[in-house]
């Protein structure tokens, strides 16, 4: 399992640009859809708790994909296989952009990567937002329940983007407001 774990993490940091958040859609193709180790509900906790965690995503996620399907020689693999690949490519280019970086060629090709890293993080921003609202509801009492997480997601969002406000707060307030709803939610019910 090491060395499975190793190859596939290895090809998705070598493959991705942009970051972490880049790497969630090849991640998901991976380890969902192609391998199968965990399924759509478990990807989409994982996201959470790696976000959550202090560290960057790819690493937090292959901590999580390492230990869950092969214990600590799976964790070392899966990081180790994340890791490698930025920190050569990383060193690679420090030995020779401070020669390079004032080509024309060099700098039209970094304003070209910056479209699509953008698309690479979006895609899997939407894939995730579907996840969340679910399918919609026959009961017409649950009717707009599913659009809840979409909103608290959109307000989230605005709240950091315009507003300037701490994710550190934004996060800790989204919590709050769960809890409450679910308190208030099950006293509602009995």
Same mark, same amino acid.
């Given at each position: 399992?090491?060395?499975?774990?190793?190859?596939?993490?290895?090809?998705?940091?070598?493959?991705?640009?942009?970051?972490?958040?880049?790497?969630?859609?090849?991640?998901?193709?991976?380890?969902?859809?192609?391998?199968?180790?965990?399924?759509?509900?478990?990807?989409?906790?994982?996201?959470?708790?790696?976000?959550?965690?202090?560290?960057?995503?790819?690493?937090?996620?292959?901590?999580?994909?390492?230990?869950?399907?092969?214990?600590?020689?799976?964790?070392?693999?899966?990081? !180790? &296989?994340? =890791?490698? *690949?930025?920190? @050569? /490519?990383?060193?690679? %280019?420090?030995?020779?952009?401070?020669?390079?970086?004032?080509?024309?060629?060099?700098?039209?090709?970094?304003?070209?990567?910056?479209?699509?890293?953008?698309?690479?993080?979006?895609?899997?921003?939407?894939?995730?937002?579907?996840?969340?609202?679910?399918?919609?509801?026959?009961?017409?009492?649950?009717?707009?329940?599913?659009?809840?997480?979409?909103?608290?997601?959109?307000?989230?969002?605005?709240?950091?983007? !315009? &507003?300037? =406000?701490? *994710?550190?707060? @934004? /996060?800790?307030?989204? %919590?709050?407001?769960?809890?409450?709803?679910?308190?208030?939610?099950?006293?509602?019910?009995?």
């Amino acid at each position: 399992m090491f060395w499975q774990l190793f190859y596939t993490y290895f090809k998705i940091g070598t493959f991705t640009l942009g970051g972490g958040y880049a790497m969630l859609p090849l991640i998901q193709r991976e380890v969902v859809d192609r391998k199968g180790w965990i399924d759509e509900e478990e990807f989409l906790n994982m996201i959470a708790l790696a976000q959550a965690a202090p560290g960057l995503i790819a690493v937090n996620s292959a901590i999580f994909i390492g230990w869950r399907i092969g214990g600590w020689k799976g964790v070392c693999g899966a990081v !180790l &296989g994340a =890791v490698l *690949p930025s920190f @050569v /490519i990383i060193l690679a %280019i420090a030995m020779v952009f401070t020669e390079w970086k004032e080509l024309p060629a060099v700098e039209a090709a970094f304003k070209g990567i910056r479209p699509a890293v953008v698309a690479l993080i979006a895609a899997p921003l939407f894939k995730m937002a579907k996840s969340a609202i679910g399918k919609p509801d026959s009961d017409s009492s649950q009717k707009g329940r599913n659009a809840l997480p979409l909103l608290i997601s959109l307000a989230a969002a605005l709240l950091i983007w !315009l &507003g300037g =406000v701490n *994710p550190v707060w @934004v /996060i800790l307030a989204t %919590i709050v407001f769960t809890l409450s709803a679910l308190w208030l939610n099950e006293k509602i019910t009995r």
